[in-house]
């Protein structure tokens, strides 16, 4: 297991490939801001953690504490469409809110793996963890293979743990939840339905 990786889970864990919410997030803002004919602000980290919480059936108990582990490629410094951007800012840092506190892990990919097997050994360490209740995960579930041998592998998952997968369309259902990425990043853009609505 990589040495970012702590040993104890809080009850709430989520799981994010850096790199792919960050391009999701870049191709929304060019998309919208065509079809809106405005500017699109970058992407508020905090409020995209919250609807991903909420999306995940979180509900607001201030005891509640969640880890929120950010995998990215050693060679990248930071996001480009979210705020804060910094990697190593975020690693280490908190914030609370109605739902509880966050806590912030930027883990890098180290030489001898890549970011899916890394992603789906964090994914097994907190599906086999006592002491995790709740798990969302977003893998880039579009290129490469990482979508389905999450699939496989939480069909061992515990059925009292409640696992939810997100992507940007409906996918091969398994023993998790579904949810669509777009929506929590398209809030955490600032865009708003009744923006659509109007359009």
């Given at each position: 297991?990589?040495?970012?990786?702590?040993?104890?889970?809080?009850?709430?864990?989520?799981?994010?490939?850096?790199?792919y919410i960050d391009r999701v997030a870049f191709n929304l803002i060019v998309?919208?801001?065509?079809?809106?004919?405005?500017?699109?602000?970058?992407?508020?980290?905090?409020?995209?953690?919250?609807?991903?919480?909420?999306?995940?059936?979180?509900?607001?108990?201030?005891?509640?504490?969640?880890?929120?582990?950010?995998?990215?490629?050693?060679?990248?410094?930071?996001?480009?469409?979210?705020?804060?951007?910094?990697?190593?800012?975020?690693?280490?840092?908190?914030?609370?809110?109605?739902?509880?506190?966050?806590?912030?892990?930027?883990?890098?990919?180290?030489?001898?793996?890549?970011?899916?097997?890394?992603?789906?050994?964090?994914?097994?360490?907190?599906?086999e963890a006592k002491e995790v209740r709740r798990m969302m995960v977003i893998?880039?579930?579009?290129?490469?293979?990482?979508?389905?041998?999450?699939?496989?592998?939480?069909?061992?998952?515990?059925?009292?743990?409640?696992?939810?997968?997100?992507?940007?369309?409906?996918?091969?259902?398994?023993?998790?939840?579904?949810?669509?990425?777009?929506?929590?990043?398209?809030?955490?853009?600032?865009?708003?339905?009744?923006?659509?609505?109007?359009?």
């Open positions: 297991m990589n040495q970012g990786i702590k040993a104890q889970w809080s009850e709430n864990v989520i799981v994010v490939d850096a790199e998309n919208f801001e065509r079809m809106l004919g405005r500017k699109i602000q970058q992407a508020d980290m905090a409020r995209w953690i919250d609807c991903v919480a909420l999306d995940g059936g979180m509900k607001p108990e201030n005891e509640a504490i969640t880890s929120v582990v950010l995998i990215y490629e050693k060679s990248s410094e930071g996001f480009e469409n979210f705020m804060p951007d910094s990697f190593q800012e975020l690693d280490g840092k908190a914030f609370s809110d109605n739902l509880g506190e966050f806590v912030f892990s930027a883990v890098p990919v180290e030489e001898l793996t890549t970011k899916d097997d890394l992603l789906v050994d964090i994914v097994q360490a907190v599906m893998p880039n579930s579009e290129d490469g293979d990482c979508y389905g041998r999450l699939r496989q592998l939480l069909h061992r998952a515990d059925d009292d743990k409640r696992i939810t997968l997100f992507a940007m369309q409906p996918m091969p259902g398994g023993n998790f939840r579904q949810e669509i990425l777009g929506y929590s990043l398209m809030q955490a853009l600032g865009i708003s339905a009744s923006e659509l609505d109007s359009n």
